[in-house]
């Protein structure tokens, strides 16, 4: 009779085991065929806010340049620079007696520009109640895509800090399908890498806890020192 050795794997090898299962096996099966160019990036364009009273021109502008900077920072898009932008509707003869906030207008910038999605918004203050929206219009289509829309009761400050921000963040969310984090810099990475510790460790308490059948082998106690002879 041929007998079958069993073979005897240390418990505590065993969360390395686990580990190299679940990472080895992807590594092994990438596609053998070539992987399709990138996706290329939407162009797109930022322009000033319009005011509709109790906010300067300067104000709406600096408001206009924080929601830029969400936008570039995505690294999702092509963004014209607000000064490039100002320089080639000058050039083009482009005459704008107030901010651009109208579809048509709005478009026909597009058009100089040469680009295909254009940030365009409005900011009001009745009271000390502001009213932010911004919009994204299609040039191709003339068409507005998608609209956001935001109330603060407060100082024009937080506006600046914390809801111009969000508003890029849930816009860029729906253009992109992936969400942002406006603090930036390897979010997915440090979440992905955490669920994979989070998971390791939970899996190598598990394997740790001693079975039921496993014999408990006691632990030797330290030899006492040996005393002096006399």
């Not at 014209?80 to 100002?86: E, L, N, P, S």
């Not at 600046?160 to 992936?178: D, H, Y």
Request: aromatic content about 6%; hydrophobic content about 40%.
């Amino acid at each position: 009779m041929i007998r079958r050795r069993s073979i005897d794997v240390p418990i505590r090898s065993l969360p390395f085991l686990l580990l190299a299962f679940l990472v080895i096996p992807p590594l092994l099966a990438q596609p053998s065929r070539p992987t399709s160019p990138p996706k290329p990036k939407l162009n797109v364009a930022v322009l000033d806010f319009d005011t509709r009273g109790g906010l300067t021109r300067d104000e709406a502008a600096t408001l206009s340049d924080a929601f830029q900077t969400e936008i570039v920072r995505t690294g999702e898009f092509t963004v014209v620079d607000r000064a490039r932008i100002k320089q080639i509707l000058t050039e083009q003869g482009f005459q704008q007696s107030e901010a651009c906030s109208q579809v048509e207008c709005i478009v026909e910038a597009g058009k100089i520009l040469k680009v295909e999605r254009m940030f365009a918004g409005t900011i009001g203050k009745v009271g000390s109640l502001y009213n932010v929206t911004i919009q994204v219009i299609d040039i191709a289509s003339a068409q507005i895509t998608q609209t956001s829309n935001r109330q603060h009761r407060g100082e024009i400050e937080d506006l600046l800090s914390e809801f111009i921000p969000e508003m890029a963040k849930e816009m860029i969310a729906q253009m992109t399908g992936r969400t942002y984090e406006p603090s930036g810099g390897g979010g997915w990475l440090w979440y992905a890498a955490g669920a994979v510790v989070l998971g390791g460790g939970a899996a190598a308490a598990i394997l740790l806890k001693p079975a039921k059948d496993d014999p408990v082998v006691p632990e030797r106690l330290p030899t006492p020192p040996a005393l002096p002879l006399q």
